[in-house]
């Protein structure tokens, strides 16, 4: 006899099916928010353990079935010999004792990428045995649908991943899946015969709803975003700098600059503390390919390991060049995770307080730590040798750039427009040496109107360059607009120039610790990030410029003068000359404070928004916040108070309309809430009667005894009756609640 299948195993099916589509929501972002790779690996084991805990009944098979899974995933992602073979065994033991270790020395960050993904697939195989329980067993799809909803709404507001489509898609299978459960609830008092005729009238109206409903969620007018975007408040020192989606927001020291422009948001956090002779420009990296939206590199990184901690190339040529010895300290603040070195120029040698070795990618000027990852706040000290460029011999410089500098440095995209150059062009008219061009463009942007701004700075739309707009279009930005705009303007003249990355000097530590003469200690933050130009001469090699308004260049430069000319005369013209600049600072100062009250040039892009801005977004969100847990202990002072409340609420309900049965489950439901248990296989009588003796009642007995003979009557009673039950039930609820 062919066997048929119910309409419950169709349904349950159905419903642990839908749970997994659910559960696939949580894991489609870690692509995006985590370092995790191979996440299609986890979505087939994680429906390997659903559709095992569905079908299998025996534990054992359950576990094997699971566990040779979990071996067969990680042997393809980590392991290289045959599958319990005696090297593959060797290999697991090995990894199992050396993370094992780590643990037990709580040094978590040693742990290796199979330690990690061994327990990810262990938690997914408690997360697939706890949700088969809560929609098999507890009925709790629901309150899984909600915590889906809450997860995504946060990922969305938080992170940069895209949460729209997984919105819809979760909407859709909810409800349908929500329809056809109470579909099923609803036929079991309903011939078995009669279930199929009844589920298509059923589930057609709830399918065309639910695809109504999500067409038009998707096509509806929406308002824009109230709020600001608070993901570049968190991933401060993410390398996501730019996001695909939206409009490009940066926080502090970033590594991806393929897409600039948008707002340079505020963020004090700490970055690095550094004990210094001066505030100096503590530079990161330089960049080299021009895109016409943001800077990428022209070539991989090679890093070649330091030997004993000397720094082999210098940005300037050293014989050259005059330079002042000093030493500085640096210690990196654990919460941003900066893994990359930050020094100033002159850098010639570097030692870690974990003696570790370091990495150097001369090209690029990028120095790494080998364990920079797994200890984030070390420290080393650095010894470099601060240069002093002569302006005298920058201006007498030849132009003849060596051939690998011309190719790398003179860069420029063919969608550049034409007017760029002519106004490079314009810019240096009358100059006739690389130096007094370079610095009649670093002086072009102050003496002209640009303004200083992090908010509200435009981002190039497509075929629009990202110079251009900045040039003639906006003329408001911050360091990427003016470090970037001054290189092109540059290379457009067949001046070698490169952009240049790292930190502002920061602010004095309040509180000072004993230190020698002239030496401070510093205290740099997200906001001092920044970027200014480098520009080469050949016989003094690359020299830092800075063009950005309000920013002052803190490389020393000097002027050589003759023996000849009156010093009276000269020390006048420059007490004058300094007059009259100060005056011309000051005017700007002004004009700009007027348009940027809050810009502030010790941070970066000289921005520190105290009072106002977003000083207002942070009292609301501190104030919301409050209020918030101050409901939440209200809620968990109260909490045995609101749930009388809605017993007592829904308890009315029932009996106004007199569903006895319902009614009954319900008062045993409340029993068990209020600590009088039920135990396993008592009667009903025998708990009536231990009810009775607890609370010192005898309506308990009497409302089972009406119960049982209401069912025995097949739910048939007079009114009489049904008065009767009302005022037991009512009377049993007051002694409850007394």
Known sequence: MKKS???????????????????????????????????????????????????????????????????????????????LSPEWIQTLTLELRFNLEAVLENDWGLMTAFARSMLFLLLLWLMSYLLHYWFMIANKFFLFVVLTFIYLTVLDTYTIYDAQLAMVRTFVVSFLVLGLSRYVKLMDNVERDNHK???????????????????????????????????????????????????????????????????????????????????????????????????????????????????????????????????????PVTQNQLSKIVYPYGIHHIMSSEQDPFFTDST?????????????????????????????????????????????????????PDRVQELATEVTTGEDNRYDKAQAIEGFFSANGYVYQIEDVSVPEEGEDYVDQFLFETRIGYCDNFSTSMVVMLRSLDIPARWVKGFTGGTEAVDQPSLPDDYSLYEVTNNNAHSWVEVYFPESGWVPFEPTSGFTNPTDFYQETSSDINTEDYMIDDEETEEESGEELSEEEQESEALNPAEDDSAVGGANNENGGNGGIYYWIGAL??????????????????????????????????????????LLEILEKRGVHRSKGQTLRRYAIEVDQRLGTSEMYDITLAYEEYLYRNQTSSLKDNKRLQSLFQRMIDQIFA
């Not at 101050?630 to 968990?636: G, S």
């Open 5 to 83: 299948i119910s309409l419950e195993s169709v349904s349950s099916f159905i419903l642990l099916l839908a749970g997994f589509m659910l559960f696939w929501e949580w894991l489609r972002p870690l692509e995006e928010i985590t370092d995790t790779g191979n996440v299609y690996l986890f979505v087939i084991y994680t429906a390997i353990c659903f559709v095992t805990s569905f079908f299998t009944r025996n534990l054992w098979a359950k576990f094997v079935v699971k566990f040779f899974s979990l071996l067969f995933i990680l042997d393809y992602l980590f392991i290289n010999a045959t599958l």
């Open 197 to 331: 005729k009844h589920v298509w009238s059923w589930m057609t109206p709830i399918i065309v709803i639910v695809l109504f409903a999500t067409v038009l969620g998707i096509y509806s007018p929406k308002l824009n975003p109230q709020w600001p975007d608070p993901v570049p408040f968190i991933q401060s020192t993410a390398g996501h700098v730019g996001f695909s989606n939206g409009p490009v927001q940066k926080v502090g020291y970033g590594e991806d600059d393929s897409q600039l422009g948008g707002s340079f948001v505020q963020d004090d956090s700490p970055v690095f503390e550094a004990i210094a002779h001066d505030d100096i420009y503590w530079r990161i990296e330089s960049k080299d390919l021009y895109t016409g939206k943001g800077w990428e590199r022209s070539t991989e990184l090679d890093f070649q390991e330091s030997n004993n901690g000397d720094i082999e190339w210098s940005t300037f040529l050293r014989q050259q060049i005059e330079t002042t010895s000093y030493s500085a300290t640096v210690r």
């Open 364 to 416: 690029y000027g990028l120095i790494e730590s080998e364990s920079a990852e797994q200890i984030q706040n070390l420290s080393y000290s650095i010894d470099y040798e601060a240069p002093s460029f002569s302006i005298n011999e920058l201006r007498s410089n030849s132009e003849d750039d060596p051939v690998e500098i011309k190719e790398q440095y003179l860069q420029l995209p063919d969608s550049l």
């Open 625 to 666: 916040t409050l209020i918030f847990v101050i409901l939440a202990i209200i809620i968990y002072l109260k909490r045995y108070e609101l749930r009388d409340w809605y017993m007592l609420k829904k308890w009315h309900r029932l009996i106004e309309k007199l569903e006895i049965e319902v009614a009954y489950v319900y």
